[in-house]
């Protein structure tokens, strides 16, 4: 077994960014990243310090729910500072870098079910989880969350056996850990930046939304609604379309695909 600084180490190695992971904290074993990411980011963690799990026993997902973090997969949070109006773009940061981090690995053409599940042949294959601190129009600090699988076996796992792949799964190809992650790092590094100066990157977001035109079931804190999935704001939120032709505008929640 590695130890937490030849973890670190084999990633650092092939890091090129300005910011993104220079502190870079390695453990074999996490409750989950997001808790210890939270725990520094209070203590003043300088911006883009990551923290990275080999596995965690505690793994959070979405909607309170828990997230399978087995050895082999990615488990990674990134502290950021955005301001109050970016902050709600860093779903489509976080997602898009994973995106383009497949695809520059694989190859595959990775999809996005909103808000920010990334999806290869309508299986999941890597979750987002984004925590904020926010006082008044400050943001204190916000935490990207990412659990990406890599070589996980659905099979072993029946609650999510059906829903769920692996990169591993999904392509022959093998998959250095050290050299994704330092991949998805800087892709991160770079959205940000480019977000920061101005860019807008929901076209490319949109671009490769899966849940549009589709005939969905919406969970949003107590609410469930169904519609058509007509739209996605630049804002990030998506415009449900229900059968009487009104449409609501949501702003966070689970989406179930339905058949007709
Ligand atoms: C979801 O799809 O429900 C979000 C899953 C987010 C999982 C990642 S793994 C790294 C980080 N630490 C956690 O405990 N959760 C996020």
Same mark, same amino acid.
């Given at each position: 077994?590695?130890?937490?600084?030849?973890h670190?180490?084999a990633i650092?190695?092939k890091l090129?960014?300005?910011? %993104?992971g +220079?502190?870079l904290?390695c453990?074999?074993?996490?409750?989950?990243?997001?808790?210890?990411?939270?725990?520094?980011? %209070?203590?003043?963690?300088? /911006? @883009?310090?990551v923290?990275i799990?080999? /596995?965690?026993?505690?793994?959070?997902?979405?909607?309170? !729910?828990? *997230?399978?973090?087995?050895?082999?997969?990615l488990?990674l949070?990134?502290?950021?500072?955005?301001?109050?109006?970016?902050?709600?773009?860093?779903?489509?940061?976080?997602?898009?870098?994973? $995106? !383009?981090t497949?695809?520059?690995?694989?190859?595959?053409?990775?999809?996005?079910?909103?808000?920010?599940?990334?999806?290869?042949?309508? +299986?999941?294959?890597?979750?987002? $989880?984004? /925590?904020?601190?926010? +006082?008044?129009?400050?943001?204190?600090?916000?935490?990207? @969350?990412i659990?990406l699988?890599?070589?996980?076996?659905?099979?072993?796992?029946?609650?999510?056996?059906?829903?769920?792949?692996? $990169?591993?799964?999904?392509?022959?190809?093998?998959?250095s850990k050290p050299e994704l992650t330092a991949i998805l790092l800087s892709?991160?590094?770079? $959205?940000?930046?480019?977000?920061?100066?101005?860019?807008?990157?929901?076209?490319? *977001?949109?671009?490769?939304?899966?849940?549009?035109?589709? *005939?969905?079931? %919406?969970?949003?804190?107590?609410?469930?609604?169904?519609? %058509?999935?007509?739209?996605?704001?630049?804002?990030?939120?998506?415009?449900?379309?229900?059968?009487?032709?009104?449409?609501?505008?949501?702003?966070?929640?689970?989406?179930?695909?339905?058949?007709?």
């Amino acid at each position: 077994m590695k130890t937490n600084r030849q973890h670190a180490r084999a990633i650092s190695s092939k890091l090129n960014t300005q910011f %993104v992971g +220079k502190q870079l904290h390695c453990y074999n074993t996490l409750t989950s990243t997001m808790t210890v990411a939270r725990e520094k980011a %209070v203590k003043g963690a300088q /911006e @883009g310090t990551v923290i990275i799990a080999e /596995e965690q026993t505690s793994g959070r997902g979405r909607m309170g !729910r828990t *997230w399978r973090s087995p050895q082999g997969n990615l488990a990674l949070s990134l502290i950021l500072k955005p301001n109050l109006e970016n902050l709600p773009r860093l779903v489509m940061i976080a997602s898009l870098a994973v $995106l !383009r981090t497949i695809k520059f690995l694989t190859n595959i053409d990775a999809t996005i079910k909103w808000p920010n599940d990334v999806l290869i042949k309508d +299986k999941k294959v890597c979750g987002i $989880l984004i /925590e904020s601190e926010v +006082k008044g129009e400050t943001v204190n600090y916000a935490i990207i @969350g990412i659990g990406l699988n890599i070589y996980l076996d659905a099979s072993n796992f029946p609650d999510i056996s059906t829903i769920a792949t692996s $990169l591993r799964q999904e392509t022959a190809q093998a998959v250095s850990k050290p050299e994704l992650t330092a991949i998805l790092l800087s892709e991160l590094e770079k $959205l940000y930046l480019a977000v920061k100066d101005g860019a807008t990157i929901y076209k490319e *977001w949109r671009a490769h939304m899966d849940t549009l035109g589709k *005939w969905v079931e %919406v969970k949003s804190g107590k609410t469930t609604e169904r519609g %058509v999935a007509e739209d996605i704001m630049p804002n990030g939120n998506l415009i449900l379309r229900h059968t009487d032709g009104n449409t609501t505008e949501i702003l966070a929640g689970d989406v179930t695909v339905l058949k007709r």
